[in-house]
């Protein structure tokens, strides 16, 4: 008998014959024995609906009441859930993420995680009460107001009530089956994943592989716990993360491959900072407004100084959210730092390249570089890790460069047979 | 300045639009210098979709997660009209039942208010805010689980929130001005009655009068709190349910009428017990039966008995809904206690006469049944208390008999002038 926490999705609860589905899962995960606590995201469009509703009130809803009314979301889905578990006949109790001891900091819309403190959720289980809990919500520590996690707050509070349970796994349900070597939309022959150590998961999530969020990673990771990424539609094995060796269904060990994945992002824009005096100190003062502003950069460029003008340019992506606000910081400041001119340009895209592997193989860059240049792929920046590399190159050419980049490292599915990407076609 | 608490009901904030206008009336409000308490019910239909999605997975839902599934009505309403009130300029912020201190005992669905601990509703008032609160629900001492209150249940959190923060006054608003003489939908000459004591409102409601409920009535009157019930959709002076003379807008101190109301119910049925042992304890044994069935009696009637026979009847009167099961309870018992037949009759209505006036002025009663006779209406039952006279009809004639004694005691107003029932039409 193990303790298992498994999370179910929106897509996965979108209405009622899905709620009852999910139902009989958990029944049969309790049946074979196992002690389950489940993690469920608000119904199908729930949360957006409920958006729509603040919206016509108000202009700019208070963060502390957007944050009390979009918990309502969950606590339809848990106690829907928790009522269809009970006519399957056996005993389900919901909590909210305060009642199941999700202590947050006080950021209202995306607050972080502090303690989980799961006594009601243990005295639960200890009764033999399946637990349901609310994913995404919490309850502030200082001022006792309810909270939410931001975009994948679900996972993150599947994961970390699994790490407080000392669960022995925590099964996150979504509508694909798995992590795949790359998105099956732009590469057909993806294959999916078997196993992935949380480090490479890390990098593929920073990298915008959209299956697990960064910080619920981040989180499985500092608390050493295995995450079986799986489809709600199908009893297929999904992908584990975890740095433990899996064993495949047939007892052999699953190698580890050099190459796990090749990943991709449209979501950033890149900015060029025109004719920075080549001074010491000229960088850090536009960082430090970008900085200012509260804005994430991802790859940052410095061009060689043109020897005669005294003049040189700077490169950053950022994300495209933030790219009117880090273009008002920068001219407002463009006096002080002395540059000529701003260049905004949004059609770009990042393509990267994650695995454990390339520690100890050096000759990854050289291979990627030499494949998009037979494809007539230009490179504008590059960007690497110890386990990553990332390249940014035209928009237009991004599928292309994420399809060659697949093939060169022999990722494409052997037999050439089409993965299927999710259970029923969602 | 003095501390107002205010309840909406579900028809007053039934979309977005009408938030707007109610957070307007509450801004006004706390402009005029007054502290501000604001009570919700969930919007509109809400309540009604929720318990339609849990019949959709489950055909008898838990009680526990039928009430964590409701609350989330009014988490909904309290958020959303708190952002109204914020776009208004005035900071407002939303408390659940639990939050608000609102404890209760364990019943779910019916829970009773144990204990109010408003001391987040205090700091949030002393801070300037306008505090809203989630009406109908509470949070359970024991086992620290969601309830809700059962009908009427806002109402009640109103009052009894009023009570425990000692507000001036409770203002309950409805879709009506106020409380009437008689049902204006039967009597389209009743007045709006502008003061009544609550002992009197006590009786309405036990009577059928819909717009308080009892439980409200008896918290207010043990807190000796006065409660102002006024429309939502006007700016008319509604009815005082106070046992404090109350002045007039002229300044004039209002005159207490002998009568003040009729009232009717059509909610009940009566069971007659046939051919029922003359013997000490027979009848003791009846109610024993129905009361283990909790069923609540209304009026009950024992026939004088037949000397040759030795066998008597006994009719009373139930709630409609409880029918089947104390018809099922008796027929069980029918053996043991020896009676001949059961007849089920839900053919009937009940109308009463309501006045404090009634204890010193004797001949009410006969005027009643003057003017039913000469109206040819039938009397089957009669039950009496010290301020009320209620009598069972056919359920045809229901309507002409509260037409005729609210004509036969004075109540019609005096122009003939009709009286607006509600201010929109709704």
């Known amino acids: 008998m193990s303790l298992v926490v498994q999370k179910y999705g929106g897509s996965s609860v979108a209405d009622a014959e899905s709620v009852k589905r999910v139902a009989r899962r958990i029944v049969d995960t309790r049946k074979q024995g196992h002690d389950v606590c489940v993690v469920v995201s608000a119904m199908g469009d729930t949360t957006d609906d409920l958006i729509d509703l603040a919206e016509k009130v108000s202009p700019l809803p208070p963060a502390r009441e957007l944050d009390m009314l979009l918990t309502a979301g969950e606590r339809i889905s848990m106690a829907v859930l928790a009522m269809a578990i009970a006519a399957l006949g056996q005993e389900a109790r919901s909590f909210t993420g305060s009642q199941a001891g999700v202590i947050t900091d006080g950021v209202h819309g995306k607050a972080r995680i502090i303690d989980v403190t799961p006594g009601r959720i243990k005295a639960a289980l200890d009764e033999g009460h399946i637990a349901i809990v609310a994913g995404f919500q919490g309850v502030s520590q200082d001022t006792k107001d309810i909270t939410t996690l931001g975009r994948g707050g679900s996972d993150t509070t599947a994961v970390a009530l699994a790490a407080a349970l000392e669960a022995d796994v925590c099964e996150i349900y979504t509508d694909v089956d798995g992590i795949f070597t790359a998105d099956p939309r732009i590469v ?12 490479e998961m890390l990098e593929m999530a920073a990298s915008g592989a959209k299956v697990l969020h960064l910080r619920c990673v981040e989180y499985a990771r500092r608390f050493n716990l295995p995450v079986h990424v799986r489809s709600s539609f199908s009893h297929r094995e999904g992908t584990w993360v975890t740095d433990k060796p899996v064993e495949s269904t047939q007892g052999a060990v699953v190698e580890q491959p050099i190459i796990s994945g ?25 960082f430090q407004v970008v900085a200012a502003a509260e804005i994430n950069l991802d790859m940052i460029v410095q061009n060689v100084s043109a020897a005669t003008s005294g003049l040189t340019d700077i490169s950053f992506t950022l994300p495209k959210t933030d790219g009117q606000s880090a273009m008002n910081a920068l001219n407002r400041a463009q006096e002080g730092i002395g540059f000529e001119s701003l260049r905004y340009d949004d059609q770009i895209g990042k393509v990267s390249l994650i695995g454990a592997g390339m520690r100890s193989h050096p000759g990854v860059s050289a291979q990627m570089f030499a494949a998009l240049a037979e494809a007539g792929i230009n490179i504008e920046m590059i960007s690497t890790s110890e386990i990553r590399l990332s390249l940014v190159t035209r928009a237009e ?30």
Chains 1, 2 share one sequence.
Do not use: C
């Open 397 to 426: 050419r991004l599928d292309d460069a994420v399809r060659v980049i697949h093939t060169a490292f022999g990722l494409d599915s052997s037999d050439g047979e089409a993965v299927v990407y999710g259970g029923t076609g969602r």
């Open 262 to 286: 090749v990943a991709h992002d449209r979501s950033e824009a890149k900015i060029t900072v025109v004719g920075v005096p080549d001074k010491p100190g000229k960088a850090a003062e536009i």
């Open 188 to 199: 057909p022959s993806a294959r999916q994943i078997a196993r992935i150590t949380s480090e």
